[in-house]
């Protein structure tokens, strides 16, 4: 027989957001312009980041770890991945599961061949994992591209997708589409040219993947033909095959592009653009379009919408849509909410989290809160300084902005801050990385951790009096409920004890 004790404590909803590492964030590389970057959770609330400067001859890429307290785990300066290159880009994170990273991008001319796709294991140490260089995944010495995106296997090794696009002066040449598997330790389980995801197109542009959470990934690329653009989906699985269609499947009408895949317990909610309007479309593990033929409508097209529009899991709420638009001459950042049936559940046009400020348009990072909730930052233009900084907001899964009518400054200093990344702090917040320019001269990266002013994660509060609980029965042998009733609207926290230590907490609402 069990004697139970219940106690109930609250936490604030209204808080508003805060900083929680140095004004100005902390420094991750300070020596010269840096050039693009991406950002993975540590899974222990820090973050991993890659990304390339002009340190040595042209671009090197670099990659550091920040722990939790915003201090850089790694050599002072960064992990050198890779020298001597050009146009290094197209940068993905992408954690090993054992607290180092895999990082992935695209560069040329720094051997062996003109143009490649590059892949780079760091350890928790900090020590490089695959040969002085990384390993090549793809490479060329035609006149061609590559567009590169990489995704976790779920084991320790990286999915990598990328796209072969002949230089135009290669006429009549098709278009492919690729992914290879690396393991740990960074050899290549699909041939030594991957599997083909796409082929015999005329164009295939904007490709983007997920993980499909069995090993696998969902692939979302749009072809374009001489009369019309289709977008089309496929899965490929943890052994390499193919499980669709074997050109895809069409999950939009023509003219649709796709822009972010977001994977939703086996499932993927894929969003697509056409001027000013948005879609999204449901597809399950077996490649079935979920919401009609058309999918659900996002956002109506009152304006001019730029860029990609990013998507985020709200759990049990459904999925977030994040877009920067134009409607009455500048850009502003709008979210809007699909339930798990596709159904907007607000405002047709969205919810305005903040404004860019500014008639040109700029890109937005969103992540999800951990709490039904979504986390968005963006550039925002200063008038008064003339200068671009980073602003953040946190939106509820009722449509409410949480961090102040038009969000909170996370790096307000009279520069120039490029679009950031977010990945999440596992507490509720996100860690933000952007660059800083000054004077037109960049000056590296940064990043800041944000949250709420009053968090879940700091101390509660006792639960104010007059509010009662009861558990029935007590002392129990097996089964027993308990009950409350509370004052003010608030997050309550129900915690179940027995003697000698505390069993679980049961509720959080």
Not at 121 to 129: C, I, K, M, P
Not at 227 to 246: K, L, N, T, Y
Request: some cysteine.
């Amino acid at each position: 027989m069990l004697l139970i004790a219940v106690t109930l404590s609250a936490g604030s909803l209204s808080a508003q957001g805060r900083v929680f590492w140095q004004e100005g964030g902390v420094v991750i590389c300070d020596s010269t312009w840096s050039v693009g970057q991406a950002v993975a959770p540590d899974g222990t609330g820090g973050i991993l980041a890659v990304w390339a400067d002009t340190r040595g001859n042209h671009e090197s890429v670099w990659a550091q770890h920040v722990d939790r307290d915003g201090n850089r785990v790694w050599q002072e300066d960064g992990v050198f991945l890779r020298g001597n290159t050009w146009s290094p880009q197209q940068f993905s994170a992408v954690p090993d599961g054992v607290g180092g990273l895999i990082a992935v991008w695209k560069d040329a001319f720094a051997g062996p061949y003109v143009i490649q796709v590059t892949a780079q294991r760091v350890d928790s140490l900090g020590r490089v994992r695959w040969g002085a260089s990384g390993v090549v995944v793809a490479g060329s010495n035609q006149p061609q591209d590559y567009a590169v995106s990489a995704v976790s296997d779920g084991r320790g090794g990286v999915l990598v997708g990328w796209v072969v696009t002949p230089s135009e002066s290669v006429p009549n040449d098709l278009d492919t589409l690729r992914v290879q598997r690396l393991d740990s330790l960074g050899r290549s389980c699909w041939g030594s040219t991957g599997v083909l995801v796409a082929a015999d197109t005329l164009d295939v542009y904007q490709p983007t993947m997920c993980p499909d959470g069995s090993g696998g990934a969902c692939f979302a690329w749009v072809t374009r033909e001489p009369s019309q653009c289709r977008p089309f989906a496929q899965r490929v699985d943890s052994a390499g095959h193919v499980m669709w269609a074997e050109q895809g499947i069409q999950y939009l009408s023509s003219g649709y592009s796709p822009t972010d895949i977001v994977p939703v317990g086996g499932r993927f909610v894929i969003l697509g653009g056409m001027g000013g309007r948005i879609r999204a479309q449901l597809l399950n593990s077996g490649g079935d379009t979920m919401w009609g033929a058309d999918g659900r409508l996002v956002s109506a097209g009152a304006g001019f919408i730029w860029g990609w529009v990013r998507g985020c899991d709200a759990g049990a709420s459904g999925t977030y849509a994040v877009w920067c638009e134009r409607r009455a001459g500048v850009f502003d950042v709008y979210v809007q909410l699909l339930d798990t049936a596709g159904n907007r559940r607000w405002d047709s046009l969205g919810v305005v989290v903040g404004s860019v400020n500014s008639s040109q348009e700029q890109a937005v990072a969103a992540i999800g809160d951990g709490r039904t909730g979504v986390i968005v930052a963006w550039p925002m233009y200063s008038d008064s300084t003339a200068s671009w900084d980073v602003y953040a907001q946190r939106v509820d899964s009722a449509g409410q902005l949480l961090w102040g009518a038009s969000g909170f400054g996370v790096a307000v200093d009279s520069g120039r801050q490029s679009s950031p990344s977010v990945a999440t702090d596992a507490r509720g917040g996100a860690i933000v990385v952007w660059g800083r320019s000054y004077a037109g001269d960049s000056v590296g990266l940064s990043a800041q951790r944000i949250g709420d002013a009053v968090s879940v994660t700091e101390p509660w509060m006792e639960f104010p009096r007059h509010s009662s609980l009861s558990v029935n029965p007590n002392p129990t042998r097996r089964v027993f409920s308990v009950g409350y009733d509370v004052t003010r609207s608030d997050h309550v926290l129900v915690g179940i004890h027995y003697c000698p230590v505390i069993s679980r907490i049961v509720s959080v609402g």
